[in-house]
């Protein structure tokens, strides 16, 4: 048995679950909806206000799609009810960040401002102190994380200087620059 699949999942107050027939598992909550259609070889049982996972049999493809199955939905649940976060930090002179509507505006030393337009479900905060830390939200919890991996894509953290765009507290190592050469 699958240490993780065997796990129920709670469901908060102020989150419904419902299950169709062909496999889809619909979340609704505070922060959104989310729907997911599972791998046939996994169901899901709502007894009251747990989750439970089961697989229809002991195959390879079954148990390996056990604890994934109840850990994606475990992510659904909690992403309409408390959302998920990942915050970036800007380093580099001269560098800005902006929000306009649904886009994002960032200078980055470009000869052009990059405008980075977001998906629907996915918003976007500027640090009111400190301009250079944004803060990407959403339900989804794969597409935050990867709207995180696009806009730090525009200007990835250099080993000499540090400058660009890097995960907040994420380390860079850096490097030691070219050596002036020595008289003789």
Not at 88 to 93: N, R, T
Not at 123 to 146: H, R
């Amino acid at each position: 048995m699958s240490r993780i699949g065997k796990l129920p999942i709670q469901i908060p107050s102020g989150v419904t679950v419902t299950k169709s027939e062909d496999n889809t598992v619909l979340a609704k909550g505070p922060k959104g909806e989310l729907k997911f259609q599972f791998h046939p070889m996994v169901s899901f049982e709502i007894e009251g206000s747990q989750i439970l996972c089961k697989r229809k049999d002991e195959s390879k493809t079954a148990r390996s799609l056990h604890g994934l199955s109840r850990t994606l939905l475990l992510n659904m649940v909690e992403g309409v009810s408390k959302g998920f976060e990942k915050k970036l930090e800007i380093h580099g002179v001269g560098y800005r960040v902006a929000v306009q509507g649904t886009k994002v505006v960032l200078n980055l030393g470009h000869s052009h401002p990059i405008e980075y337009p977001l998906p629907t479900g996915i918003k976007v905060e500027i640090d009111k102190e400190k301009k250079n830390i944004m803060t990407v939200m959403g339900a989804d919890k794969q597409m935050v994380g990867q709207v995180a991996a696009n806009i730090r894509s525009f200007r990835k953290p250099e080993p000499y200087k540090g400058k660009g765009i890097r995960y907040m507290g994420e380390h860079i190592v850096r490097k030691a620059g070219k050596a002036a050469a020595k008289d003789k």
